[in-house]
């Protein structure tokens, strides 16, 4: 019996669900919700064992075969999508890299740890001492990372089959203590479909070394150059993380739905990573080979575990006016995965950084099945499926328009094809976008008293950094992002400062286009948004009052809505309140909203909406104020 | 089963096999959450709120690019070697793309009785999908997953989806899906969707979350 088969056999007995072939059968058995508590994972083996007396010495080499992602290479020009598991395929080949920091346990035959190491954090060896004498034992390197014997914590982080069981992978080999040192060789997670594929989860571990190891090396000593920014370090690493994935399982079963999907879980720190569908994988969507994706999930945690989110959720395809918040949280996550991959200097030794233009590559299938990329996006270029129609501002609404941002500070490109040249001065600005986030004061997005964050909520904090901070203003130009909250959550009070506009109105609004509904409005043309703060529970009183600017041609509708703190634009359920009453066809009088309603103490969404149902699409620029409780509403810094 | 029954299981089954984007978006419709749905403004009158999905869980859906495929049943399915079945492939988009390709792959146990297997849509709308259909034999007494995959291509960025059909298994994979939903709904009802001992909950050290918050995830 051959070493990998052997290999794959004890891999095999690790887990509680293993197969070696393709079936069209879910494999759900014992799920029952990403939420579930499941049994305690197993302790880490954190610290190593002191032997007197005769021992040895084992040592080996742990790697993980990835199939890589191929986007027309020379060697096969017309292919897209997952390559070969083999290292040695003539035009696809897979990569083989260092298992990094992983949990080594070794156990006797009675299941008792007598041994306890990790793997280098630079190339995967590993070395032990062992009581010397006639017995074989069980070496096991897991699919988990925490501190080891007290030293430096590159990551903290599990993957795990599925939250039932909570039971990670395990690459397994035996050794005999019955001769002198022992040497494994190298011992590799493999990537075939007809094995365990356990490549698969040591990938996705990997990509979490990487991402801590960018951290580390962009905000290490971040508080230092800005005060309150939170430094991700050896010694302050980043909390702990879950992620889930088994062979073959799409954790959109849990939803009932058969399309391909990768998620994060907030509040409970766990990602769940697409492993196939219903069995199948070589001609599948799957994401354990698609590192963009699986950082992108890994960006979510960080919102979660270092800085905060008010992200709706909801669809997004990248490229669409969508709620800012959503732009924001999906443009941070397809931004740090860019970063991280186009970083050299964090990949395990011997992985080819992404370069070029940086990109998110969400693929299908491989090589032995059908391959595509679904997915393969340019995150630097304004691109023809990705225009800014609508100025100013529109950015701060469209998640590449957020990746593109984020890039820009980082990358060492200074010419963009959309912006003027020269325009883009910014590099290596990461450590103050890390500081805009983890800061508790001064605008951070840590700040309690924000709420509906957004990108525009993260300018304002990085505008008020002070110190070495830069001026980002010409590549939000670029980006067509307004550097304040102006065009959502800008919060107002009684007591801010209003412009005072031609028609004596506080604010501005141009119905443009044409929409049946508010659900399918256009977010950034024909809606505003505020953040209204109510500190004592009682009833209230909102109101809006509009007119036309101009007093002739269609005059405009406007109506007024309420949203609690999770205002899922469109959504009844957020919606608190609302009036939507027809204006009179006055066109140049002053039309009026109100609502009065009984509010507890919190945060709420003020949505000035433009209806622009035929013909209010075609009514002119309009000007209106707002009151509560009779005193103006108006824009004030939190 | 009279006539008017056999209509509407066939109608069943047509739409639960409607894969990927499909299945999401009229998952709400289906199952009676709560949604929204009205008429165009004109009919209705008043202004209205619009359609908005829900989900299980509050959450983000994975970046996709335009392209959508979906595969759907048409007339009786097949249960056993000799029997032939029509699928409609349906290929649409969210913006008008050119020279989009769409293939079948057909497993060992399925042949085509009528059929283009692969072609190129010249020119694809963003407001009227490409239809096509196939007509195939079953061959084999094992299940065959079917799939119609399309691809596309703008300015650099490549688009492709894929949708599936099993032959003999359809069914039995969507009654697991929709048991598992129904567990993962009743397990969260039943524990307020609120963080385990197990969870990272306990492991967030630098801050936390308002406990009354919706479950989110994101994609």
């Known amino acids: 019996m051959s070493r990998a088969q052997l290999l794959f056999i004890m891999s095999c007995i690790s887990l509680a669900a293993c197969s070696s072939k393709e079936t069209s059968n879910t494999a759900t058995n014992g799920r029952i919700s990403p939420t579930y508590a499941g049994p305690a994972e197993a302790a880490y083996c954190a610290s190593s064992i002191a032997y007197g007396g005769s021992t040895i010495t084992v040592s080996g080499t742990a790697q993980y075969i990835r199939r890589e992602t191929y986007r027309n290479p020379a060697a096969n020009p017309s292919f897209e999508g997952l390559g070969s598991s083999s290292v040695s395929h003539a035009t696809l080949p897979a990569g083989a890299y260092p298992i990094r920091a992983a949990e080594v346990r070794v156990t006797d035959a009675a299941g008792n740890v007598v041994q306890c190491a990790q793997t280098s954090p630079t190339d995967g060896t590993f070395s032990f001492t062992l009581p010397s004498g006639n017995i074989t034992y069980k070496l096991s390197i897991n699919s988990r990372s925490a501190q080891f014997n007290g030293g430096s914590v590159y990551m903290i982080a599990s993957v795990l089959n599925k939250p039932e069981a909570n039971q990670f992978y395990s690459l397994v080999t035996t050794v005999s203590a019955a001769g002198g040192n022992v040497s494994t060789g190298i011992l590799q997670a493999t990537a075939a479909t007809s094995g365990p594929m356990l490549g698969a989860a040591f990938n996705i571990l990997d990509q979490f070394f990487s991402a801590n190891a960018y951290l580390r090396s962009k905000v290490a000593t971040c508080s230092a150059s800005f005060s309150g920014c939170t430094d991700v370090s050896l010694s302050t690493p980043v909390p702990k993380v879950f992620a889930y994935w088994e062979k073959g399982f799409n954790p959109n079963d849990y939803f009932g739905s058969s399309s391909g999907l990768s998620f994060y879980l907030p509040d409970y720190s766990r990602l769940f990573i697409l492993g196939g569908i219903s069995g199948a994988i070589d001609d599948a969507d799957t994401d354990h080979f698609d590192n963009s994706v699986v950082l992108h999930e890994y960006g979510h945690f960080l919102e979660d575990a270092m800085f905060e989110s008010d992200s709706p959720g909801g669809a997004h395809n990248g490229n669409k006016v969508i709620d800012p918040r959503l732009a924001w949280s999906e443009g941070w996550g397809n931004f740090i995965q860019a970063a991280i991959l186009t970083d050299p200097t964090v990949q395990a030794s011997g992985v080819a950084p992404m370069t070029g233009t940086p990109r998110y590559y969400d693929s299908s299938g491989n090589v032995d099945g059908s391959a595509d990329l679904f997915f393969a996006v340019n995150l630097e270029d304004m691109t023809g499926q990705d225009l800014v129609t609508g100025g100013a501002g529109e950015g701060n609404f469209r998640e590449f328009s957020v990746s593109r941002f984020l890039i820009d500070i980082v990358d060492g490109v200074s010419a963009e094809a959309t912006y003027p040249a020269g325009s883009d001065t910014m590099s290596d600005d990461f450590n103050q976008l890390w500081a805009a986030l983890t800061k508790t004061s001064g605008g951070g997005l840590r700040q309690s008293s924000l709420a509906f964050r957004s990108i525009g909520h993260m300018h304002l904090a990085q505008s008020a950094l002070g110190g070495s901070a830069t001026n980002w203003a010409a590549i939000r130009t670029g980006n067509y992002h307004d550097g304040d909250t102006s065009e959502y959550g800008q919060y107002v009070t009684t007591s801010g400062t209003c412009a005072t506009l031609s028609t004596g109105q506080n604010y501005a609004i141009d119905p443009t286009v044409l929409a049946t509904n508010l659900a399918s409005s256009n977010l950034f043309l024909d809606n505003d948004f505020y953040h209204l703060k109510i500190a004592t529970a009682g009833t209230y009183t909102i109101t809006l009052n509009y007119q036309d600017v101009d007093s002739s041609g269609q005059e405009a509708d406007l109506d007024l809505y309420l949203y609690n703190e999770d205002a899922s634009f469109g959504d009844a359920a957020d919606i608190v309140t609302r009036s939507t009453a027809d204006p009179n066809s006055t066109v140049g009088n002053v039309e009026a909203e109100a609502v009065t309603v009984a509010l507890a103490a919190g945060n709420y969404l003020i949505n000035v909406n433009a209806y622009t149902g035929s013909p209010f699409n075609n009514a002119g620029a309009t000007q209106y104020s707002m009151k509560l409780n009779g005193a103006n509403l108006c824009p004030d810094s939190l | ?219």
Do not use: C
């Open chain 2, 1 to 219: 089963m009279s006539g008017q029954s056999i209509v509407m299981f066939l109608s069943v089954i047509a739409i639960s096999i409607a894969a990927g984007r499909a299945n999401d978006a009229s998952m709400a419709v289906r199952e009676g959450l709560s949604v929204n749905a009205r008429g165009p403004a004109s009919i209705g009158g008043k202004k209205e709120l619009g359609h908005v999905h829900k989900d299980l869980t509050k959450h983000t859906h994975k970046a996709r690019g335009p392209l959508s495929a979906v595969v759907e049943l048409v007339g009786a399915r097949p249960e056993q070697p000799g029997d032939v079945f029509v699928l409609k492939g349906v290929v649409s988009t969210e913006s008008a793309l050119e020279n989009v390709e769409f293939s079948w792959r057909l497993p060992e146990g399925v042949e085509v009785v009528n059929g283009q297997t692969s072609s190129v849509i010249a020119a694809l709308s963003a407001v009227k999908p490409f239809e096509t259909q196939i007509t195939l034999r079953q061959l084999s007494p094992a299940n065959a997953r079917v799939t119609l995959r399309v691809r596309g291509r703008d300015t650099g960025m490549s688009f492709a989806d894929m949708a599936a059909y099993h032959t003999l298994d359809q069914e039995q994979i969507e009654a697991t899906r929709l048991e598992m939903k129904s567990k993962t709904a009743e397990y969260m009802k039943s524990s307020s969707g609120s963080p385990s001992d197990s969870g990272a909950k306990g492991n967030l050290e630098t801050h936390s979350h308002s406990s009354g918050k919706k479950l989110k995830i994101f994609h």
